[in-house]
């Protein structure tokens, strides 16, 4: 059988690893090209105002930005910190294909079923054009208050 006491007992021992992860599985949105490409486009034209406010006014420190940055959120973090609080009202954009490590950004799917927000994956490629219209090194992820009928991307899709 076993050569020592000492055998048997490693043999039995169970080794227990510890795992972070969630018995509720939410799945990402599926949106396809075509719709993704839309709403990209639709998002690069009413961003570009802001990133050219910044183009502009990059060496002065006024605060007087378009109307629309009053409705905008910008970053992991910050998106983060207001799905957190009640968020009626909001979509996250995640530019979930171009970042990485992925799971910088899975929080985000759980935080926003959570909150009863609405969150929308971007196509492949959408960070570059994002950080080109917001004249912002890079936009991982965002979110957009959809208050007036014309910020409806939804509506124009």
């Given at each position: 059988m076993h050569d020592s006491i000492r055998n048997d007992a490693q043999a039995k021992k169970k080794v227990f690893k510890n795992?972070?992860?969630?018995?509720?599985?939410?799945?990402?949105?599926?949106?396809?090209n075509q719709v993704g490409d839309s709403i990209l486009s639709i998002l690069v034209q009413l961003?570009?105002?802001?990133?050219?406010?910044?183009?502009?006014?990059?060496?002065?420190?006024k605060e007087d930005y378009p109307e629309l940055n009053k409705r905008l959120v910008l970053g992991i973090n910050s998106v983060t910190e207001l799905l957190e609080k009640p968020a009626k009202g909001w979509t996250v954009f995640v530019c979930k294909r171009d970042i990485q490590p992925t799971h910088l950004c899975s929080h985000l799917l759980t935080m926003a079923s959570m909150a009863k927000v609405k969150l929308v994956p971007l196509p492949q490629n959408a960070q570059v054009q994002l950080s080109r219209a917001l004249y912002l090194p890079r936009v991982s992820a965002f979110a957009l208050q959809v208050t007036c009928v014309s910020l409806r991307v939804s509506d124009k899709v």
């Open positions: 795992v972070l992860e969630s018995p509720f599985t939410v799945k990402w949105p599926a949106v396809s961003l570009e105002p802001i990133g050219a406010y910044r183009k502009a006014n990059r060496k002065s420190k």
